[in-house]
């Protein structure tokens, strides 16, 4: 069983960078396309970006598009999400989800295994 767990999340000034990590706790997550969604306050969870595996290609949504990279460590079981140029509109619980189709997918659905979520707070 993947078992997901995020860490990483903070505040941060409006312009800065964190970087997010989701390691998996039981099963590897080699074969999976591992996807990063966020939950802003009073808002649906919505995707934000996803690599393949191996991790030839990434996928990411408009308003994160060359602001954000998603990358992974099959040997340490990890898949990162480097946020620059953090926007108060960032602020979100950030999830990571592994999805066995290997797809890169947007929609939930794609997705079998889900983390508890990290949460990230962009100050003006």
């Known amino acids: 069983q993947v078992q997901l767990v995020e860490s990483g999340g903070g505040l941060v000034q409006a312009g800065g960078s964190l970087r997010l990590s989701c390691t998996s706790s039981?099963?590897?997550?080699?074969?999976?396309?591992m996807g990063w969604f966020r939950r802003a306050p009073g808002k649906e969870r919505e995707f934000v970006a996803v690599?393949?595996?191996?991790?030839?290609?990434?996928h990411y949504s408009d308003s994160v598009n060359g602001r954000f990279g998603i990358s992974r460590d099959d040997n340490k079981n990890t898949v990162y999400l480097e946020m620059n140029f953090l926007r108060p509109a960032d602020t979100a619980v950030y999830y990571c989800?592994?999805?066995?189709?290997?797809?890169?997918?947007?929609?939930?659905?794609?997705?079998?295994?889900w983390g508890q979520g990290t949460q990230v707070t962009v100050s003006s």
């Open positions: 039981g099963r590897a997550i080699t074969g999976y396309a």
């Open positions: 690599i393949d595996w191996p991790g030839i290609n990434t």
């Open positions: 989800a592994a999805g066995s189709l290997n797809m890169l997918a947007d929609t939930e659905n794609r997705y079998e295994h």
